[in-house]
Each structure stands twice: as C-alpha cells, then as structure tokens.
C-alpha cells in the first residue's frame, strides 16, 4: 500500500481523482463533466465507478474515511481531514482496490483489499497521523469484519471464513492486535514459508499480527453462515446451518450453546440493547406483514414491536445505532424505496428536516459524530446517482462533500414509476417503470423486462444505471418485484420462496399488464436479467416462446439438478447444498419437478435470439452453466451471441468489461427490436 497527501479543501476533490489516465481507450475515467447535452451519452457513463463511495466519520467528527476512483478503474482509501481539507490516499499496488474500510477509532482505519477485484489480498490498518504506517495485518485470507469492541478497539475481531494457508478451512473468529508485529516480514504468498522454519500462529491464520484470542467455533456438524457482535461490538451470536435447518447460538464465558429460536419463522436482523437481546423480524398474523420485534434469545421469547409496516415485511434492515451509548435508535429497510424509522425523537426531527431541504429525494442518516453534531448524509433519487453531504447542526449548515457519479446530468435521466401487478392468484406485486423519452409520432417504445436477480432481493425506486442505459436508448424499462422479493413473503405460503415457476409467472404477468396499459409495443420485447434474473430471462425465452423477440442472460443458471451437483461437491464447505436440498427436494426422487423448472431442458422451445454473458471465475453460479446453455443453443441451431471474461466473478466488476458488454448488448438490442417495416 502507497500513499499520497492531497488537500479536498472547499470539499472538492475532483483534482485528486483525475491523475491517473485510463488504460483503456474505451472509457475516458478522467472526464468529470457530462457529456454535451446534444451528444449521446456514452454506454461506460451508466456504469463506471464512483468517485466516492462508502464515505465514514469517524467519532471525533475531525476526520472521514471513504474510497475513492483513482480514474484508472482501482479504487483507494482516502481520509480527508474536514478542517483543513487535507487529505491522504493509501492504494494498493499493481491491479489492487480497496474494498471497503472501517474506523477502530479515532485515528486508526481497518481496509480490506482484493487483487483482481475478486480475490483475498490482505487486511491493513492504517495510522492516519502517519499513512506511510499502514501495515498488513492478515494475507491472503478471505476475511469478514466481525465487530470493532468498544472496549478495545484496536483489537478487531475477524472471521477468517477461508484461509489462504490451510486449505481454505474456516479458521473461524479471532481478535487481532495489529500494534503488536510476530517475526519478520514474510513473503505474501500462500505457501511462502520454507525450509525447517516452525509454523506458528502467523502462519496458521495468514496474518502478520499477533492473534490476541481465537474463539471456538459453534459445535454443529453444519456450516457456519454468519458471526454477530451484540451491540458494543464483542462477540455473541452465531448462525449455522446443517441439512438446510438454521440453529441460532449463543456465546457466554466462552462457550456456544444453542437458542430456542426457530429460524424457519424468525429472521435475525442484529443485537438488541440488552443482554441475549436480538432485533428480530417476526412471524406476522395471516394476512400481515410481518413485524420487526425485539427477541430474548435465550429463551425464544418475543417483546416488544418495534416497527409494524403496512404493506411490506421490514427485509434487508441495517440497525442504526447511538454513536456513544450504541443503543438501537433507527432502522433503514426496503420497501417501494430505502426507507428510515427512527425510535429517536432526535434523529426523527433531523430526517424530518433533511426531507425538507431534499424534497422527492431519497434521504438516508449515514452516520455522525459522538457529539451527534456533524452527520454524513447521503441522498438520491431515481434521475439523480447518490450525493454525499455533511450537516452540521451547530452551524445550522449542509454541504454538498461529492456527487458519486457527476458525469450523469440528471435532467436528462427518465423517471421512474411504480405500479401494481395482479397475480394469477390474486396477489399484487410492485414493479417499476421507466419509460423513454417520448418517440417521433407519438410512436410506442419497445420494452425490456429486468428481473432482479436473488431471488430473495429486490428492486427499489431510485437511480440504476442499467435501467438509465436502457431508456436513454430509447426502451421502456420494466422491474417486477416477484414473488420471493424482499418485503413480498407475508402474501404468499412459505413455499413460494422456492416457487421458481411461479415467480417466471409473475414476471409473465407484469409484462402482460403492462402490455394491455398500451404503453409499449407488445411486439418488441426483450427480456434481460443476471444471476437469478438471467435464469428468469431464460424462462421467458423458453416457456413463453411467443411474447419475448430476444433474450439476454448474464451469469444465470438453468439446470438446478446440475447446480446442486455443483454444490455438492462443496457442502461441507458451504451451506448452500442442505439449503438446496431442503428447498428444492433430491432430483432423483422428483425428477419431472426439477424438469420442470430447468429451461436448459427445453431448449426445443426457443424460438428467439439468445445473449449469453458470464464471467470464467464465477463461484456463485458457475460459468459451466452458461457453456452448457450454448452447447444446447449450438445443437438446436438457436441464433445466439456470447461473451465469457476471464478474470471476472459472478457479475462483472472491471468498467472495461462492462462496457464492452453493455455495448454488445445495445447493438444485440438494437437488431431484434428494429420495428417492423
């Protein structure tokens, strides 16, 4: 890791990003400024990094950590001091990005690195009084930050959930000391150690720091999901999962026992206030959604309700808590849009205040300071990428820090709009519209159907670059919320969560209703969708042969059978085989089910051109699915196009690619969507 010192003062920041010119003579990362608003705006606008991401205070409220695009397609850590405006870079060397960064106090930040965007390089910390002191603490393994203890925080605990030096066993949760250093400096990579030399602790977890503590690992002949802190950040709950049954654990005087929760029902969220206290999202009365309640995990019992919306079960929540006392005070969740409930009449009263100063925009509370002065505030909208703010109450003041994205002109973004779909069984989703600007003689645009991937996820009201990109090229954009999608589960059984027909049946009848809105042209549709939402655009190319003209799949998957032989294979690794095979059943008990489901197995069916995208070292769904989708394309002489990346995971994480994909998929488009003469 190098640094270099640079000042943001006046909060700008735009000379600091703009130094290293772009390897690639598609993209110009350098440029800043949107394009002129009579020029097209070019396919690598819509997805190029950030400039500025994942920005933090830190408690002292003096100084904010956040990454940043070094306009070469790597991204850095920058730590700004907000007084002076003097700021320092730390990046890694070579083909390296800083994933994500977390303060231990007031002067001392955690970052995470990759090498090739995908794989494990190393944990640093950095002394942001001296960045030429930001030394490796752990190499190679693949980590995830446990918590930061309030007591002790400069002793983070760390999950090491593969580690680099030992076959990729999980090596489970241990607290580092990174003040303290064992031995030389070792060579970084795997396997380095030589001769007669004794393994100690460095080497058994990958790391150069002292291991202050290890903490034993649930006994379960499952596999560890997740690791939780209670709420000042020491070590308290773990998940595991065996034969695809989730058991909750407890950790008390160094030791794990199991909690009468039923993780079928229940769906943790994070720690409560209290001792063996979690926020919990509930099981909800028939007909409800479900409520977010607090939980004694020690004895199963619920308390109190905390939120009970009306329309949407509170999923994919993220716990806001007081920066001093670490009490519970919000709650952000998804519903239409990322939402914010506050138990705090103080932070109501400023997210009041913020939605006043930023009407019609998407307004979060990222943080603050422990005084509760100085705030981080990031907002959007669906024209408008994410814009990063500082408020500070004392001086009654907000301003603007950085626009992630100030190359998009946000008048010329197309709104989005949400509608309500029936079902076939009487249900109603959300979905979302984006319509193009309005065609030559009041013509009807040609529509893509996006369907989110997951599946248990969801699309939410705000910008999306993909949806943008799609529309400013002239096609009406579709985003169904499916059955499954987060905040949809308290409508429909328990069963429809694995109901993968049904879902491509939701998506079938949001592109129907939108089709009998008279909207769009009901005879130019493309379908269009990655990971799980590849396998849906598959679906549609298969089951509905006669509604879609094209199809385009990104890293999906469609023969289930052969995605849980590929899961097997790891299942002692990862607990995704027992989820499978709980959910979905054995293939070789129900084989016409899994037929069913499957659209690599009627391949006959497709009538359409096929798109086929996939990167080679994709480990959540593997790329050995989309080379069997063309080997079957090949045998059944379906016209189709493909573009494997090497060097790519599931999804594509170089801007390069990205738009070299994005514009192969807009010439794909532009073919078999041409209106009919």
């Known amino acids: 890791m190098s640094h270099v ?10 000379a600091l990003l703009t130094t290293v010119a772009s390897a690639s003579p598609k993209i110009d ?6 394009v002129a608003a009579n020029e097209p705006i070019p396919v690598a606008d819509f997805f190029r990094p950030p400039l500025l991401s994942q920005p933090e205070l830190n408690a002292a409220g003096d100084h904010f950590v956040a990454l940043v695009d070094m306009g070469d397609d790597h991204t850095a850590m920058m730590v700004c001091e907000l007084a002076s405006g003097h700021a320092s870079i730390i990046r890694g060397s070579g083909d390296k990005d800083v994933d994500w960064v977390e303060w ?56 090491i959930y593969r580690n680099a030096y030992d076959d990729g066993k999980d090596m489970g949760v241990v607290e580092i000391n990174p003040n303290k250093w064992l031995g030389r400096m070792r060579d970084s990579s795997p396997g380095s150690v030589q001769g007669s030399e004794a393994r100690d602790e460095t080497d058994l977890f990958g790391t150069r720091a ?38 909750l654990f407890e950790f008390s005087e160094g030791s794990w026992s199991p909690c009468p929760v039923n993780l079928d029902k229940i769906e943790v969220i994070g720690a409560g206030n209290q001792p063996h206290e979690l926020v ?33 079960d509170v999923s994919g929540s993220v716990i806001y808590r007081h920066p001093v006392s670490r009490r519970v005070v919000g709650l952000r969740y998804n519903r239409v849009m990322r939402s914010s409930s506050w138990f705090d009449d103080n ?11 930023f009407p019609g925009e998407v307004v979060q509370i990222m943080g603050s300071d422990r005084k509760e002065n100085r ?55 959300d979905a979302y519209v984006t319509m193009p600007a309005p065609l030559p003689g009041g013509a009807k645009p040609p529509l893509v159907v996006l369907p989110h991937g997951g599946p248990w996820a969801r699309d939410v009201w705000g910008f999306d670059g993909e949806v943008q990109f799609l529309a400013s090229r002239g096609y009406a954009v579709l985003q169904p919320n499916y059955r499954g999608s987060i905040g949809t589960t308290w409508m429909f059984p328990d069963s429809d969560s694995w109901a993968f ?54 890293a999906g998957v469609f023969d289930w059978a052969q995605v849980m032989r590929e899961k097997k294979s790891h299942e002692f690794e990862f607990a995704a085989y027992g989820i499978f095979r709980r959910n979905l059943g054995n293939p070789a008990n129900n084989p016409q089910e899994f037929d069913r489901i499957s659209p690599l197995r009627h391949v006959d069916q497709v009538k359409i051109p096929i798109f086929v995208a996939h990167g080679k070292d994709d480990e959540v769904a593997e790329v050995t699915e989309s080379k069997a989708l063309l080997s079957e394309l090949d045998r059944r002489h379906v016209v189709h196009e493909k573009m494997l990346f090497s060097g790519e995971g599931h999804g594509l994480s170089y801007a390069t690619h990205q738009a070299d994909l994005y514009a192969h998929i807009e010439a794909f488009l532009a073919r078999n969507l041409a209106a009919t003469p």
């Open 375 to 429: 705030f981080f505030v990031l907002t959007y909208s669906d024209r408008q990428p994410p814009q990063y703010h500082e408020l500070d109450l004392a001086a009654k003041s907000i301003a603007l820090v950085k626009s992630a994205s100030p190359w998009i002109d946000a008048a010329r973004m197309r709104p989005m709009s949400v509608v309500k779909i029936p079902t076939r069984d009487g249900h109603q989703i």
């Open 104 to 159: 231990l106090d007031d002067t001392h930040v955690l970052s995470n690195v990759l090498a090739d965007k995908i794989y494990a390089d190393g944990l640093y910390v950095t002394d942001i009084a001296h960045p030429d002191d930001t030394h490796l603490v752990e190499s190679h393994s693949a980590v995830s930050l446990v918590g930061v203890p309030v007591a002790n925080p400069m002793h983070p605990l760390v999950w």
């Open 501 to 554: 027909r049904k879902m491509h049946d939701d998506v079938t009848d949001s592109v129907k209703a939108l089709v009998k809105s008279g909207l769009v042209d009901p005879h130019r549709i493309a379908i269009m969708g990655t990971s799980f939402g590849g396998y849906l655009a598959m679906c549609g190319a298969t089951f509905e042969p006669d509604l879609y003209r094209c199809a385009i799949t990104i």
């Open 280 to 312: 919990v999202i509930a099981p909800g009365e028939p007909g409800k959604p479900r409520p977010v309640q607090l939980l004694d995990a020690s004895t199963g019992k619920l308390g109190a309700v905390l939120i009970q919306d009306k329309g949407f």
């Open 210 to 247: 002292s291991i202050a503590r290890t903490f034993p690992a649930p006994k379960t002949g499952g596999v560890v999901t997740d690791y939780l802190p209670d709420k000042n950040g020491d070590l308290a709950f773990a998940i595991a999962a065996e034969d695809g049954t989730f058991t």
């Open 29 to 34: 990362l350098n440029r800043i400024a949107p």
């Open 347 to 357: 932070y109501g009263q400023v997210q009041k205040m913020l939605a006043t100063k």
């Open 5 to 14: 010192a640079h000042r943001c003062a006046g909060i700008s920041i735009l």
